[in-house]
């Protein structure tokens, strides 16, 4: 079993960053993959970004690609999400997911073994 926490949401204009955080606590950290979710009004939660259990590897959605980073710290059981250049479509409820299952494709909802209760991110235009 393993508690998420997300934390640094808030408002922020176009153009502008955010960086949110994720703290776990429970299991063994470094046993999960971590992902980042985000979920608009009306829409699908959609995939952002992961990472692997030492953060040697980091996969991104398009959409984000170049824009936003993921990246953890195994000694504070924490990952981050820096995200820059936020605009408008950005605005969703951001969701922190940890993932046990080694086959798993890190990409898919179904995947992840626990999730956070969100924080909500809204850029102004």
């Known amino acids: 079993q393993v508690q998420l926490v997300e934390s640094g949401g808030g408002l922020v204009q176009a153009g502008g960053s955010l960086r949110l955080s994720c703290a776990a606590s429970?299991?063994?950290?470094?046993?999960?993959?971590m992902g980042w979710f985000r979920q608009a009004p009306g829409k699908e939660r959609e995939f952002v970004a992961a990472i692997t259990w030492s953060g040697g590897s980091t996969h991104y959605a398009d959409s984000v690609k170049g824009r936003f980073t993921i990246s953890r710290d195994n000694a504070k059981n924490t990952v981050a999400l820096q995200m820059n250049s936020l605009n408008a479509e950005d605005t969703a409820v951001y969701y922190c997911a940890a993932n046990l299952r080694i086959s798993a494709d890190l990409r898919l909802r179904a995947s992840y073994d626990y999730w956070g209760q969100g924080t909500q991110v809204t850029v102004s235009s």
């Open positions: 429970g299991r063994t950290f470094s046993a999960y993959r």
